[in-house]
């Protein structure tokens, strides 16, 4: 059994920056047309359709842990760029709650506090213990932390397995990605890590075969404040202010009727031609 498990929110940023407009009915709807897409490509790809999709809460219980989390996104935005950002929210928004819904797909995940991450990790836990195999579709590195025999990465370049870690980071185990991420730091994130300590540097530090001024700077004062400063936000999950409620996978109840309806609603006709549609009717099972 295969699970597919979706970092929704990456996949609508991918879609709203790396697409042109589309609109219909005067109401921009390019990041749900991507979005849809691209479970097709993934369904045909590796042959499995029940997905799991994982979504960002607009709050952050690492925000407030830790203010500067991610505060350097969205800055400095000029009038359109924040008119389009909020339009890209209408459009998950959509995607979240009417659209996948609507389709058939159950097993939407959404807490208030918790990013697509901490979610993706509870549903990998859960899966494993199920003893199915998971790709986890996104592009974070943060998920490095989960890979495990059954359970790889994919960011539409390539997949990431557990072998592959193992031999890029001196054998150390997927558990402690969250340790060098402490350690190294996450620019994207606002994270701040040891000045001077870059990823493989932090990883050889784990695997015990580091030595010298680096060593010494990981393992000053400063270096273990930082380190702990930092790993509750870079662990999955997030274990701050309140746990995460327990997730349980059910099954879809898809149907080509709710397909060629919802594709029928946003006018993406494309999707509805005989030739794509045979797509959809094989790689869906309908």
């Not at 993934?42 to 979504?55: Q, S």
């Not at 730091?185 to 030595?211: E, H, M, Q, S």
Request: net charge negative.
């Amino acid at each position: 059994m295969k699970k597919i498990i979706l970092d929704c929110n990456w996949l609508c940023y991918r879609s709203a920056f790396g697409m042109t407009s589309l609109s219909y009915e005067n109401k921009s709807v390019h990041v749900v047309f991507d979005f849809i897409r691209q479970l097709l490509v993934l369904a045909e790809k590796f042959k499995c359709h029940d997905f799991v999709f994982c979504w960002d809460s607009r709050n952050s219980w690492r925000k407030v842990y830790s203010p500067e989390y991610k505060n350097n996104r969205h800055k400095d935005l000029t009038a359109e760029q924040a008119e389009d950002l909020a339009d890209t929210y209408r459009q998950m928004d959509d995607l979240r709650n009417m659209v996948l819904p609507y389709m058939g797909f159950k097993n939407i995940l959404y807490q208030s506090g918790y990013e697509a991450d901490d979610l993706i990790a509870v549903a990998v836990d859960d899966l494993k213990a199920l003893d199915k195999h998971c790709t986890i579709v996104s592009s974070d590195e943060d998920l490095f932390q989960l890979l495990d025999i059954n359970v790889q990465l994919h960011n539409f370049k390539r997949n990431f397995r557990l072998s592959d870690f193992m031999e890029q980071y001196y054998s150390i185990k997927a558990s402690q990605w969250a340790e060098v991420k402490a350690i190294s730091g996450c620019p994207g994130d606002n994270v701040v890590g040891i000045k001077g300590v870059g990823d493989k540097t932090a990883a050889k530090y784990i695997a015990g075969i580091l030595k010298g001024k680096a060593k010494d700077t990981i393992e000053s004062t400063e270096g273990c404040q930082i380190k702990a400063f930092n790993l509750p936000l870079v662990r999955l999950p997030y274990s701050g202010k309140k746990a995460i409620k327990k997730l349980e996978i059910v099954p879809d109840e898809i149907s080509e009727d709710k397909f060629q309806d919802m594709f029928g609603q946003y006018g993406f006709k494309s999707f509805l031609k005989e030739e794509n549609w045979k797509k959809w009717e094989e790689a869906f099972e309908f």
